[in-house]
């Protein structure tokens, strides 16, 4: 198997000498984190045999968060204590884009704009699920933050797993949403866009962020029944 290490060592200088000027500190450090993992220059494991008493040093890991290597083991798992959370209901996915305009605003501010990205897709999925005739109540979700597209872009995006299925806290009611057969339906994708953008505007403006608006901003919204 090909280490990741091995391939940034090989390219890493040609890459810094591309791109330096628009890495970010997270970026430096993920890249440094990555190229010891499980190499001679990390840190060093004693490991023992419990019958031969054969000792040998194993490499550390680097444990990064965006490491493919040392996550791999820890998708699964991930995934198990989340299907172990299912509700009875029908699952939807949702992915909620940040528009284009803010793009160059959520590079330099990337903690501000992502936080307000996570709380605002959450803020305007419990609004339409409180006005909903059927739900009227609280909903769950799982929320996953996506920083670049599949060809690698930066294209800041929320994707939420939502079941169609709320809890009236104050009547203690549990309210499912049912649909057709041939057509799922959840929320109106465009009236969902429409409060995620100004909600996002309103959050923007807040952190004390100047920006200009267009009237041809977009917010691309995409919902999908989950299988």
């Not at 597209?149 to 809890?167: E, G, K, T």
């Not at 339906?185 to 465009?190: A, E, V």
């Amino acid at each position: 198997m090909t280490l990741l290490s091995s391939i940034i060592t090989l390219f890493e200088t040609t890459f810094l000498a591309q791109y330096k000027d628009r890495l970010l500190p997270s970026h430096k450090k993920a890249l440094g984190a990555m190229k010891v993992c499980r190499t001679r220059h990390s840190l060093l494991m004693l490991a023992r045999c419990g019958e031969c008493d054969e000792q040998v040093f194993v490499p550390h890991s680097c444990g990064h968060r965006n490491c493919p290597h040392c996550q791999a083991h820890e998708s699964p798992q991930w995934l198990e204590r989340q299907l172990k959370k299912q509700v009875p209901g029908e699952y939807f996915l949702l992915t909620f884009t940040l528009p284009a305009q803010f793009r160059p605003l959520a590079w330099v501010h990337q903690r501000k704009i992502y936080d307000a990205m996570i709380k605002v897709s959450w803020e305007t999925l419990s609004t339409f699920s409180q006005n909903d005739k059927q739900l009227q109540g609280t909903p769950g979700a799982i929320a996953v933050l996506h920083t670049h597209a599949r060809n690698l872009d930066f294209h800041p995006h929320v994707h939420v797993v939502m079941p169609a299925a709320a809890i009236d806290k104050t009547n203690n009611l549990w309210r499912s949403k049912k649909s057709g057969k041939n057509t799922p339906y959840l929320f109106s994708h465009t009236a969902l866009a429409k409060v995620f953008r100004a909600k996002m505007l309103v959050a923007i403006t807040q952190e004390g962020f100047a920006f200009t608006t267009s009237r041809k901003m977009g917010c691309g919204l995409h919902i999908g029944r989950f299988r």
